[in-house]
């Protein structure tokens, strides 16, 4: 048996910020398990992203369970599954959220969580190479962050679209202000996807007391009492046991972090007796408050030829994409998912955007082997609302880790939601009708211009929306009842454990939520330095 100092468990957006901090001092001995392997060759290139979100060597490939607002379907659920988790096979968009999301969680008394004071580790995470105030941003970070120049008519005509509908060009969403149309900023440097594992391990990998121990299955958490001592975990049908002297951080993601808790008799104690699992603390919030993006997707043919990644990803398009990038490390290989987005408000006299629009510059469609690139040229607009009321749970089904959880979204379950929802779709109507888009020729394949009413578009969203992937929320911090760790992260009632990772979050942040992952990797670390266990 191993003692360290610390143990982290999972190397995803948080965990390998959390490893690369607490192992930075040489007297640290630092332990990093991740179930996954060290990396995929789909991995390092942006345009990998479309293999890597069906594909078993990286990706846990959950599913949630059928429920009314997904109209019976089970919707896809992927993770990363190897070093770097989900930022090594995410969309590679970069968004903070907002300075009123971290407010918000300070207000609910989680004392060192508000904008003023989580800014700091935004910008010490962050090598930004656009345009913006250095108040906001960070240029000596190790997570390398660039922001693309529109390119080309596409999406130069979209910004003029928006601005015809008065959406205004914003040069820097995540600095003072969010509100705007802009290029999505992106974890791409030099052609290549920057993932935590690329940004925060690789630099580091030479240190002495930093172990990484991939292909590391934790199953479950050891407990002396109260006090968390150490993890039981599985390389290769070995099981193994390491002793943590101050401290367990569990970055296991937000469908695996309250997985493990629970399967170390952390939670609803009904719920683990039913699974003839000893209850070792109760703590009724575990696997509690998930909250997620659920996003319609709306669908557009485009007539005008060359214009559409449909076009030019086939043929000898698709050949001359590739000489460009091998050349050059730019062009359509080398983007994020959703090249171009806005953030808007619904209505007026908000203080501050509350639904995101992305734009995917091509039309896909399904296929028993995920998304494909469908033979029709059109472009594609998610559009949602970024800070939905809606909670849903994820709890484990079995005693065993390799059991995947069930996920129980309950989307639209608050009616605003829908409300917004519906009111999502109609502003992207009205830019993709708007003057500018005019030369493009487009016409509406989804939800269909037949649609018009409410019920009507609330009845597709059912039929077709799927998430963008942001669940958090299911360890909660706070001090409330249903709350699973305090503001220093520390689990409530046990000694020597701490979660780290978007399961913390109380609310979604406005946007994406890789960035803000991270954060919260970079601000544990400190607390974990810093504070008592
Ligand atoms: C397909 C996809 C696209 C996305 N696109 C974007 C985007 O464009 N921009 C954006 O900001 N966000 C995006 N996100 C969301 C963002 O990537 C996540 O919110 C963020 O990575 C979550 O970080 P985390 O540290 O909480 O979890 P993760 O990064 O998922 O890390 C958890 C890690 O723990 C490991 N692990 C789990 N259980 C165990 C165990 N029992 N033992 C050992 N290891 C374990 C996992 O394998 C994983 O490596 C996307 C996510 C996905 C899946």
Known sequence: MQTYDYIVVGAGSAGAAVANRLSADPRNKVLLLEAGRASHPWSFIPIGMAWLITNPAANWLYSSEPEASTNGRRLPVPRGKLLGGSSSINGMVFVRGQAQDFDTWAQFGNRGWSYTEVLPFFKRMESYAGEGDDTFRGREGPLRVTNPKPRGSLFATII?????????????????????????????????????????????????????????????????GKRCTGVRYSVAGEVREALAGRAVVVSAGAFNSPQLLELSGIGQPERLRNLGIEVRHELPGV??????HYVPRTRWLVGKKGITFNDRGRGL?????????????????????????????????????????GWIPMLTEPSPRGPRISPQSGLTLYAHAMRP???????????????????????????????????????????????????????????GADRTTD????????????????????????????AVVDAQLRVHGIA??????????PTLTSGNTNAPSIMIGEKAADMVLSTAT
Request: hydrophobic share 40%.
């Open 160 to 224: 003029k679209a928006a601005a015809q509908v008065g959406i205004r060009h914003n040069p820097d969403y995540n600095g003072a202000s969010q509100e705007g149309i802009a290029m999505s900023q992106a974890t791409i440097a030099g052609g290549r996807r920057m993932s935590t594992a690329r940004c925060y391990l690789d630099p580091v990998r030479n240190r002495r007391n930093l172990h990484i121990e991939i292909e590391a299955l934790t199953e479950k958490l050891v407990l002396d």
């Open 287 to 292: 696997g509690e408050n998930l909250r997620d």
């Open 317 to 357: 398009g698709l050949a001359r994409q590739v000489l460009h990038y091998a050349l050059f490390r730019q062009g359509m290989l080398a983007m994020t998912g959703a090249p171009i987005r806005a953030f808007v408000c619904s209505r007026e006299g908000l203080e501050a955007p509350d639904l995101m629009l």
């Open 389 to 447: 009321e809606s909670k849903g749970h994820v709890h484990i089904t079995a005693a065993d880790a390799r059991r995947p959880p069930a996920i129980n979204f309950n989307f639209l379950s608050s009616p605003p939601d829908a409300e917004l929802t519906v009111r999502a779709v109609r502003i992207a109507r009205s830019i993709m009708t708007a003057p500018a888009m005019t030369p493009f020729q487009m016409s509406e394949l989804a939800p």
């Open 455 to 482: 019920d009507e578009i609330l009845d597709w969203v059912k039929k077709a929306a799927e998430t963008t992937y942001h669940p958090v929320g299911t360890c909660k911090m706070g001090s409330d009842p249903m």
């Open 496 to 505: 020597g454990l701490r979660v780290a990772d978007a399961s913390i979050m």
